[in-house]
């Protein structure tokens, strides 16, 4: 089940975009954005727009001294500002940054490259549902034991596991899409977010500047205002949470006493350096780390929106270092579970087996409700669970015991409470459910596939 959608991409490149010199372009594109729209109002010379347009890349400027220059500043606006207004000459270099400051810069291009992981995890994401799409369909009807604190429960279909996984993930899918007007904002208010050096220029450069960059401008930029970055780090968090608790559930039964599904990533793939026999998992085990990491971000992404009065570089600097570590990590755990479901191999004679462990044991519910309409609900429930303390005390079916009361066979016979007690007509509606999320997942694929 590879996928070679062509919007896919790979981790490193994600993790490339947060690297100094990807970073100092956008900051360049952006700088390139501010004097075109100022152009526009008549802010500074349409000319002078021009040769920063032309010079904001790095055949003009040296990126080499650049960094040298950074490191001695301890400025990296000021720095990229000095570089290019150099390479602009005097006439174009002495509208560079027009009015602008380090925050504008800074966050704004870091949004714009949130907002491209954002676009890239979708993508992923929609690769993750084709595959939950294929395996619930293919188990919708794969019968299993459903288990709850870690003991058998009732019998399911491994269908109806995914099903759940797949509406878990529909949801993070909506609170994504839900965010993106919140979230994708430009900062464009100058030196304290209300505009002194842009004037009654300042709104509408906001708005027009906001939209060349395909951002939502925020009506009053204030540079306190971060509150929206935490939000997103929240929902890549969560988001992680979902993949890392299928990846622990699939880590679970691939388990030797369980052994219902298993990781197939070729004979070449080693266990254990001294333990030839082991089959280590390799994929679940990196997302579930993963997912750990992520939930980690959460604490500093909101203790970087609680800045005192109009700014504060130290919670910039929280936000900024979190923003760089969250996104490219989010990807790669979105891309670890789309590995993870794409190798993963179910055992279904296992499932069965295990599911035998309990006989008819798992199906108790079935009969106390088979006895209900004649005994009333709780009477049933007393005669059934009275019926499996005796079966399993006795190492004897379930069904035997029942047919010796009196109080049973005077209601029902034999043969309606073996069927009631068949684990194979108990699943709910299991591969009903399997199939209706496996069709919204082929939905979700396709929408996050075309946007």
Request: glycine fraction near 6%; charge should be negative.
């Amino acid at each position: 089940m590879k996928h070679n959608s062509k919007h896919d991409i790979t981790n490193e490149e994600i993790t490339d975009l947060f690297t100094p010199r990807s970073q100092w372009q956008v900051w360049l594109d952006i700088e390139v954005a501010l004097a075109e729209t100022q152009a526009e109002l008549g802010m500074i010379p349409s000319e002078v727009a021009a040769q920063i347009s032309a010079k904001a890349n790095f055949k003009s400027i040296d990126a080499d001294e650049l960094a040298k220059d950074i490191a001695v500043t301890r400025a990296p606006i000021v720095s990229l500002v000095r570089a290019l207004a150099d390479a602009c000459g005097e006439e174009g270099g002495a509208y560079v940054h027009w009015g602008a400051t380090t925050q504008n810069v800074m966050q704004t291009g870091r949004i714009i490259l949130m907002k491209r992981v954002h676009q890239a995890i979708r993508h992923r994401l929609g690769n993750v549902f084709l595959t939950l799409a294929k395996l619930a369909e293919t188990h919708a009807e794969t019968l299993t034991a459903g288990r709850t604190n870690n003991r058998h429960a009732l019998p399911i279909t491994f269908g109806f596991k995914i099903a759940a996984w797949i509406e878990e993930l529909l949801r993070h899918e909506e609170r994504l899409k839900d965010a993106e007007g919140r979230v994708f904002c430009s900062l464009w208010g100058g030196a304290i977010g209300a505009m002194h050096a842009f004037g009654e220029d300042g709104p509408e450069l906001n708005r027009r500047l906001s939209a060349r960059l395909g951002l939502k401008p925020v009506r009053v930029p204030s540079r306190a205002g971060t509150d929206h970055i935490a939000e997103y780090i929240m929902l890549l968090a969560l988001l992680g949470t979902t993949a890392s608790k299928i990846g622990r559930e699939l880590y679970g039964l691939m388990s030797d006493e369980l052994a219902e599904v298993y990781e197939d990533l070729g004979g070449d793939v080693i266990g254990s350096s001294t333990m030839p026999q082991k089959v280590n998992s390799k994929v679940a085990v990196r997302l579930i780390a993963m997912g750990a990491r992520l939930r980690s971000m959460v604490p500093l992404a909101l203790e970087g929106v609680q800045p005192s009065h109009e700014g504060d570089a130290a919670n910039n600097m929280m936000l900024y270092n979190v923003i760089d570590q969250a996104c490219p990590l989010a990807y790669e755990t979105i891309s670890q579970l789309d590995e993870l479901l794409s190798c993963l191999r179910v055992r279904p004679e296992r499932m069965r087996k295990n599911l035998a462990l309990s006989g008819q044991l798992i199906v108790a519910e079935n009969g106390m409700m088979c006895l209900a309409p004649h005994l009333g609900r709780t009477a049933a429930h007393d005669v059934v669970h009275h019926a499996v303390e005796v079966a399993m005390a006795r190492n004897v079916e379930l069904i035997d015991v029942l047919m010796a009361d009196e109080a049973v066979t005077s209601v029902v016979p034999r043969e309606k409470l073996e069927a009631a007690l068949n684990p194979e007509n108990y699943t709910g509606q299991s591969a009903e459910m399997a199939r209706d999320m496996a069709a919204e997942a082929r939905q979700a694929h396709s929408r996050l596939s075309q946007s």
